[in-house]
């Protein structure tokens, strides 16, 4: 007879899952299925494809290795109805389990088919919290619900006293917080760029990239340099390279941006963290012994360990605190569609150019480029936010919906009117040209005189403040840009803002 039929989704490859917990070997089974649903929601990049079916291949095998009772239903198998209700219907149907065992999803959407599951199925559905974040939806929506705005910086306060990572005691390590502000240094053009470390796909992976290749090609992206950790083992490695070989200069230089370096100084593990091959705490963990040790500079140590227990636990818990509704605002009004250019690369300027380029190649671009060229841009075009969200959530190894919206809804397009981002993400040319070398080998310039030689970006970024003024002059963090807009020689003003609407006109 069997028990429980345990589910585990493909960003839930984690032997301690919570729908595992108390798992009867010789009962139970663990059910794993590839949907065509799940790829094609949004046209996903061929490398996300084949990191979640490879992953979910290996981490399959490693169960089954292990004496777990494994069914597994793959994406090109005969009868695979392509949907999680389909597949769970056919599995129940066969198995005849007494109760199904889940662990709750990262995604909205997916929570409201398992709400459904219960009925659908006449059988008892258990949903479990997802235990490897720090904090649960509920501990953020006891933190949020008394707060008008919801800044990040002080729910990550109380997750490092929570967790004790970098404290000593009830006080920040170093006397402070946050460093922030020693980690926004330009690259230095001498400054030598690690190698990093890729892994060669092996045999399951070349048969995902194959299917892949035959089944997505339309979709976006490069098959050809794949090279992400698709098992326990090689995120593990990956882990251990970045500490060892990038993190101490991480901290100075993780904002800027070099043509051709794709990677710097980075992590490279969100794909790994994100599908469950590696668990937040022990990634945080690494970076703080390698302060104790001397190894990385306190500056390093801290910015890292805040994008992972301060922006990922504060999107998660801000996602699910607002949902569904949070989707839904445009509060800049912007309905410009979206370029081609965010799909093709073809566009003369060279920093959106080398952007993308590195997404399509990779299924990944750092978060600078990510908030402060390419979000930029659409914030400053008045790109409609849905057709952005969706363009992120679909190009990107790491993008989860539950991390993908806040970030680009919130923090890039300020689309929710502030709840997130207390100013907008808005910078000009100089500031592209500040923390990085795009600028030089572009024909636009954000020094040129010459209307047709000025970098875009400039001119769009006075009509943006223009165009928003009514819903953005009182902001304090934007005193001076407005005060530098009204002071500026009316025939200069008039030139920026007429030579922003005739670039928007060509798009």
């Known amino acids: 007879m069997v028990g429980a039929l345990r589910l585990i989704l493909g960003d839930q490859l984690t032997r301690g899952v919570s729908c595992l917990n108390d798992i009867n070997l010789k009962k139970d089974y663990v059910f794993m299925v590839e949907v065509h649903d799940e790829t094609v929601y949004v046209k996903h990049h061929k490398q996300k494809i084949v990191l979640l079916l490879s992953a979910m291949r290996h981490f399959a095998e490693d169960l089954k290795q292990e004496g777990l009772n494994v069914t597994s239903v793959r994406l090109e198998d005969k009868g695979n109805t392509g949907s999680f209700t389909g597949e769970l219907y056919r599995a129940i149907k066969k198995l005849k389990p007494s109760k199904l065992i889940v662990t709750e999803p990262g995604e909205y959407r997916v929570r409201k088919m398992m709400d459904s599951w219960q009925d659908e199925f006449n059988l008892p559905v258990e949903i479990r919290g997802d235990d490897r974040f720090f904090a649960t939806p509920a501990e953020f929506s006891e933190w949020a619900q008394p707060r008008k705005e919801l800044r990040m ?23 402070q917080w946050n460093f922030d502000a020693e980690n926004r240094k330009a690259l230095s053009p001498k400054e030598k760029i690690p190698e990093r470390l890729r892994f060669a796909p092996d045999a399951i992976t070349k048969e995902v990239m194959d299917l892949v290749a035959r089944r997505f090609a339309d979709h976006p992206g490069s098959l050809a340099s794949f090279g992400w950790p698709v098992t326990r083992k090689a995120a593990l ?64 140590v801290e910015g890292f360990i805040r994008q992972i227990l301060g922006w990922r636990e504060y999107v998660r818990g801000l996602y699910w605190h607002v949902m569904p509704d949070y989707a839904r605002s445009n509060a800049l009004e912007a309905t410009r569609p979206l370029p081609e250019f965010y799909w093709t690369g073809d566009t003369d300027m060279n920093c959106l150019k080398h952007c993308v380029k590195d997404t399509m190649d990779n299924a990944y671009a750092h978060h600078i480029q990510r908030l402060m060229v390419l979000g930029n841009f659409a914030l400053l075009a008045g790109i409609r936010p849905s057709e952005v969200e969706d363009w992120f959530l679909a190009v990107y190894a790491d993008a989860y919906e539950w991390v993908e919206l806040p970030n680009v809804h919130g923090m890039a397009l300020y689309a929710d009117g502030g709840l997130l981002a207390s100013k907008p993400y808005a910078a000009s040319g100089a500031y592209i040209d500040r923390m990085s070398d795009y600028c030089a080998s572009c024909r636009f310039s954000p020094k040129a005189k010459e209307a047709e030689k000025l970098c ?52």
């Open 153 to 175: 910086e002080f729910f990550y306060r109380e997750m490092r006293k929570k967790s004790g990572l970098l404290m000593k005691g009830k006080d920040p390590e170093g006397g």
């Open 237 to 300: 490695k990956a882990l251990d390279h970045f500490i060892s070989f990038c993190l101490p200069r991480f901290g100075d230089v993780q904002d800027a941006m070099k043509g051709g370096e794709p990677f710097l100084f980075h992590a490279l593990l969100s794909p790994a963290l994100n599908c469950g091959l590696l668990l937040p705490l022990e990634i945080c963990r690494a970076a703080e012994r390698a302060y104790h040790q001397g190894h990385a500079p306190l500056n390093a």
């Open 456 to 507: 875009p970006f400039t001119p769009l970024y006075w009509a943006f403040l223009e165009r928003n003024r009514k819903r953005l002059a009182k902001n304090s963090r934007l005193f001076m840009p407005y005060r530098s807009l009204d002071s500026m020689a009316e025939p200069i003003r008039k030139r920026h803002l007429a030579t922003a609407e005739a670039f928007l006109s060509s798009l």
